[in-house]
């Protein structure tokens, strides 16, 4: 939405109006239990409900999910889903073992060691060449049609051979990442066969959401932290960050990232 401001420069004072990002509560039910509650963008919410669903182990499948409905009500948005049978039963089973405090303070675990959990290894005979990484992070840039409007939205891109690409946006950056997990489910697009584009830093949640979607290589335009860094490493996924125009820095798996790079 628009909403009037002024503006100072200098001595110079002008009136006039700037696009904001929308930012609404938005939660996700399953089979009539709420699981969780996000601060979201209001934009391409049926991506975010499946892509939420998958990168959190609700579901394996988008199959799984057998009814999906965008439910607007007077203080924000519900995405009420319903379930197969074994879905369900294996969710309330996990619900009652979460239930109570949490030992480290961190929403839905009991303890420190599920905060980092081991990662499936990324399974991929992708690579790519530096030009590529380039001509992706050009497209990226040009696609965050959002985020042109009100500067401060994140974007979670996919990038494959042959294929435009594929781009969501959100106020929040794992938000970002569920709605391109979602999208790519919908698409029945394998993310293996690509790789993905982030327009945050890289934290170890997001590692974890990218390796649940099987994408081989990461790129991001910030920088990873350590642990994220390491997990990374752990789960075979090549990290590519600090991308800019002329450069980019490669932490994990390097054999991925062929050819000599044209940049200058």
Not at 26 to 51: R, W
Not at 77 to 82: D, G, V
Not at 100 to 123: D, F, H, M, N, Q
Not at 145 to 171: K, M, S, T, Y
Request: hydrophobic share 45%.
């Amino acid at each position: 939405m628009r909403l009037s401001r002024s503006c100072w420069r200098g001595r110079i004072i002008t009136g006039g109006d700037r696009a904001l990002p929308e930012e609404i509560p938005v939660a996700l039910t399953y089979n009539g239990s709420s699981q969780a509650v996000m601060m979201a963008t209001p934009a391409d919410l049926e991506d975010f409900a499946l892509g939420f669903s998958l990168t959190e182990g609700w579901v394996r499948a988008a199959c799984q999910i057998e009814s999906l409905a965008v439910i607007p009500g007077e203080f924000g948005i519900e995405l009420r889903m319903f379930l197969s049978r074994p879905q369900a039963e294996r969710l309330q089973t996990r619900r009652r073992i979460k239930a109570g405090p949490t030992g480290c303070g961190l929403c839905g675990i009991e303890s420190l060691a599920e905060a980092t959990p081991p990662l499936r290894p990324v399974e991929s005979q992708l690579r790519i060449g530096a030009d590529v990484i380039r001509g992706a992070l050009e497209t990226f840039a040009l696609k965050q049609q959002l985020n042109r409007q009100a500067h401060a939205l994140h974007a979670a891109a996919f990038w494959q051979p042959g294929r435009d690409l594929i781009l969501r946006e959100d106020v929040g950056r794992h938000n970002a990442l569920d709605k391109l997990a979602g999208a790519l489910a919908r698409a029945e697009i394998a993310a293996k066969d690509g790789f993905v584009l982030l327009s945050s830093r890289v934290s170890v949640e997001l590692v974890q959401k990218a390796a649940a979607m099987g994408t081989p290589i990461l790129v991001a335009l910030s920088a990873p932290t350590a642990l994220a860094a390491r997990a990374c490493a752990a789960a075979k996924l090549t990290l590519v960050a600090i991308a800019r125009e002329d450069s980019f820095e490669v932490f994990t798996h390097p054999e991925r990232i062929c050819g000599t790079s044209s940049w200058r």
